[in-house]
């Protein structure tokens, strides 16, 4: 039986997840098919690498998400967004995340062009991903936003990877503090939150 595409990508996950480089040859061998097959399943390796990628963002994203909710009322941040709260924790565990800084520290180039391309796998997915999280806070908060939420999410998305990949694009530390109170700036005052 031929492998099906969601065992390719999750096997390309998990070879990331080992923080081994992602092989073709050696990917399709674990699969038992050839290269070819690989190909014509789920594409040539940069494709693999964003569907891997985004395999794992979604989850850790979940994470997130699941771990922002199950937390008791005192624990949270009040008068924080949930939306902010969970975006921050996401972009903390990206940036702690050893198969992720492996993957950038070997193949900068690749993982830019890959990780940050809006016609790519990954970063349309997460400013989908986004807007969902704003969406929710917009309607159980009766918020207005100024500009439409996609917009928002594109922003906050390219703000959080000049951030969260700054060492590689501009050859300076990450700093996810700073990234989360430019991010807070602008969400909040875009969708016009009132503090306090």
């Known amino acids: ?54 395999w794992l963002a ?51 180039a690749t993982a830019m062009r890959i990780l940050t391309d809006p016609r790519g796998r990954v970063q349309p997915r997460l400013v989908e991903a986004y807007t969902a999280l704003f969406e929710r806070d917009v309607e159980e908060l009766g918020l207005v936003p100024d500009v439409p939420l996609p917009l928002l999410s594109y922003a906050v998305v390219r703000l959080g990877e000049s951030f969260l990949y700054s060492d590689v694009m501009v050859s300076r530390e990450p700093d996810l503090k700073a990234a989360a109170t430019v991010c807070d700036a602008l969400v909040t005052g875009v969708l016009g ?3 306090g």
């Not at 998990?14 to 014509?40: K, N, P, Y």
């Not at 008791?72 to 949930?82: K, T, Y």
């Not at 975006?87 to 900068?108: C, K, V, W």
């Open 1 to 54: 039986m031929i492998a099906p595409p969601d065992e390719v990508i999750r096997q390309a996950a998990h070879t990331l997840l080992r923080e081994e480089r992602l092989d073709t040859t050696v990917l399709a061998a674990q699969l038992g098919i050839s290269r070819v097959t690989l190909f014509r399943r789920v594409g040539n390796r940069d494709a693999i690498l964003g569907e891997a990628l985004w």
């Open 58 to 108: 979604e989850r850790t994203l979940h994470r997130a998400v699941t771990d922002h909710d199950a937390r008791s009322a005192d624990l949270r941040e009040p008068g924080r967004l949930r939306s902010l709260v969970v975006i921050e924790d996401y972009r903390s565990l990206l940036g702690t995340a050893p198969s992720l800084r492996r993957f950038l520290d070997d193949e900068p």
């Open 193 to 195: 939150v009132r503090s």
